[in-house]
């Protein structure tokens, strides 16, 4: 089956600890993005890739971070910098057509909690 | 800067009746728009991706339209069923997606 993973479902992060949210697609796809979605608040862009070894920042990048070393993978690192990071986190991946992005596919999200 | 609104918050029908769920965006300038479905707690599921040369999709029970001279999109569905509820989501095409905070759907047996 083609589609996109993350893992883990739930995330506990401790104070001042870095956690890595994993990301996997089949799908072939060259684009992928993560999203931060907060109640009330809807999805926010954080990063996006369009290609292997290459991404750039979205609207809420500052405290995390991502690398691109695989096309079929985009882990994003949630850092101690980012001081409220309870939410719940989405990966998708696309096609990329000129400047334009196809239809994005969306993996299950991981919910990321602050002990 | 782009925004994307989407009315109403919240609805509620019986089954079976046809509604029409409103998305509006500021800069007519997208290359595309999307209708999205979120059931709770869970992903996103891609329902319509309507082009910018285009003026409306359709699957199955569902219908969206773009006019992009007035920064509106609308998504119909017909014949509603206990199993579209859920909260729909719009979204419009820039580096990423720019979304609206959706309308959440219920429909009643």
């Known amino acids: 089956d083609g589609g996109i993973t993350q893992s883990p479902k739930y995330l506990f992060r401790k104070e001042g600890q870095n956690v890595t949210l994993s990301c996997e697609q089949n799908l072939n796809h060259d684009a992928m993005y993560w999203y931060r979605q907060d109640p009330g608040q809807g999805l926010r862009l954080i990063y996006y890739s369009q290609i292997v070894n290459d991404f750039q920042k979205g609207d809420i990048a500052e405290g995390y971070s991502v690398s691109r070393e695989k096309k079929e993978s985009f882990p994003l690192t949630v850092t101690s910098a980012q001081k409220n990071p309870t939410a719940f986190y989405l990966c998708a991946s696309s096609t990329y057509v000129g400047r334009a992005a196809e239809t994005q596919y969306f993996g299950p999200g991981t919910r990321l909690l602050v002990l | 800067k782009q925004e994307v609104t989407q009315i109403p918050a919240a609805l509620s029908v019986p089954e079976g009746e046809n509604l029409v769920l409103n998305c509006s965006f500021t800069d007519s300038a997208i290359y595309n728009l999307q209708w999205f479905r979120q059931d709770p707690g869970k992903g996103l599921t891609s329902l319509l991706l309507?082009?910018?040369?285009?003026r409306e999709q359709t699957s199955g029970r569902l219908n969206a339209s773009l006019d992009k001279s007035s920064g509106r999109s609308t998504l119909y569905i017909a014949a509603s069923q206990p199993g579209d509820s859920a909260t729909y989501l719009c979204?419009?095409?820039?580096?990423?997606?720019?979304f609206g905070k959706g309308t959440k759907l219920s429909v009643k047996p």
């Open positions: 979204a419009v095409t820039e580096r990423g997606l720019i």
């Open positions: 309507i082009q910018s040369s285009q």
